[in-house]
């Protein structure tokens, strides 16, 4: 009897060193790598904070130069080649209309300026960059005034590729396309300028040297191989003042406060008017010039920020 319990025991025992080490494998994992979560969009969205959209102005329409940036023609993308129209002007068309939102906010649109989806912005195929046009929702008659300054949208059904702020104010923000009539307002006294590259390459450009600047209208030829260059050497004449309402330039828009701060020390070298770092709810940095209250001085400001690469500056009335 005793020989059988010891036996028993042993087995028992047995049966128990086993479970324990079968337990203690099967609660231990080996080499598993940690888990990296990608925080950047992988879809494009709407944002999650909402906004009043029609406290946000359209932009008024302004003499444009044209340059390099954002205009080379042909470009290739998905394997179809796109030629830019020689001109903006007389342009209508109509058909669908989409917007982009969250993926693409702080990135760089095609001529080097930083995407915000709550200005008044536009990517078309084959404008000219910058250019202006009115788009109209064909079913609600309503209309923005946009800046085009990107290019796509890149499928065959869709015309003009809106930010999500314009396209909330047109209506269609939930709906995602809508129908719409887009029509040039670039005003006619646009410089063209005389040495866009034209040449095979594939979008997006995300890097540009500008040129010289025409003299045309009476400024000097300033060489520039950074976007943000400043030149010193125009003088703003000295004229009357004629009162106006107050307004003021945003002249950049910046993810890194540090970048508009830089913005701001080197324009405040060469205006006669404040220049200021405004930061909004949304942690986005906006450099603003003003506010002005003659049009002598914001002509003067506007050819001064046109010789040191900011040609199209939005005006915040």
Known sequence: MNYWMSCCRRYYFVVIVVLTLLVGACSTTVGVAPVEIDSTPTQDDAPSVDRDVSKIPDVIPQPVVRTQAGNKSPYTVFNKTYTLL?????????????WYGTKFHGRNTANGEVYDMWQMTAAHKTLPIPSYVRVTNVHSNTSVVVRVNDRGPFHSDRIIDLSYAAAKKLGFAD????????IDVTPNSFVSHPHIESSSSTFPVTSVSLPNMPTSAGLPSVKKTDPI?????????????????PIT????TFKQKSSADRLKDKLAKILTVPVTVITGDNHWHRVHVGPITD????????SRLSVNGIPSPYLIK
Do not use: F, H
Request: net charge positive.
């Open 295 to 302: 049009k002598q001085t914001i002509k003067a400001t506007k």
């Open 175 to 182: 709906s995602g396309v809508a129908l719409v009539e887009v």
């Open 249 to 252: 330039l945003q002249v950049g």
């Open 229 to 245: 260059a400043l030149a010193s050497s125009a003088s703003i004449p000295v004229v009357e003042k004629t009162t106006i309402p």
């Open 86 to 98: 020689p001109d903006s002007k007389g342009y209508q068309k109509r058909g669908y209309a989409s």
